[in-house]
């Protein structure tokens, strides 16, 4: 008897028929040829483990991707304090070319020239933070209406 229980309380494995399986594997086709999918769709790309390239957004560089992510981090950070924004993600890898990699060693900064303007490819520099606040010092004017 308690095997009999076992039998009905069991879900049925879904098994596709012959004609479903024809309609998945046309449709799949037609996916391929007309470039709808360049990648397998499905459970595969979902439980994919490690970095996938082909679905960055700028392209399988790793280099360019870390330009990426903090661009859009700087991005939303200026966007936060209210500032205006109008620096393109191909002006900010032109404003870092040649220095990107050496950004940490020596302790590169971009900054804004004038605070009072949006953020720009003209309106930023590289520099490191001494001479950042030393910048910042020269041009800080107090507001005395108090």
Request: hydrophobic share 30%; net charge positive; proline share 5%.
């Amino acid at each position: 008897m308690v095997q009999t229980q076992n039998k009905k309380n069991k879900k049925r494995k879904y098994i596709p028929t012959e004609k479903h399986k024809r309609k998945i594997s046309n449709t799949m086709k037609k996916g391929y040829a007309t470039g709808k999918y360049d990648k397998p769709v499905g459970n595969t790309m979902r439980h994919y483990r490690g970095p996938r390239p082909w679905a960055w957004k700028h392209g399988p560089d790793p280099v360019i991707k870390t330009m990426a992510r903090a661009w859009i981090m700087k991005k939303v950070q200026a966007v936060f304090r209210g500032e205006k924004w109008k620096f393109v993600f191909s002006d900010f890898v032109r404003k870092w070319k040649g220095q990107w990699v050496d950004r940490i060693k020596n302790k590169l900064w971009l900054c804004r020239l004038d605070n009072t303007k949006p953020w720009s490819y003209a309106n930023t520099a590289i520099m490191t933070r001494k001479q950042h606040i030393s910048h910042c010092m020269k041009t800080y004017h107090r507001n005395k209406s108090k």
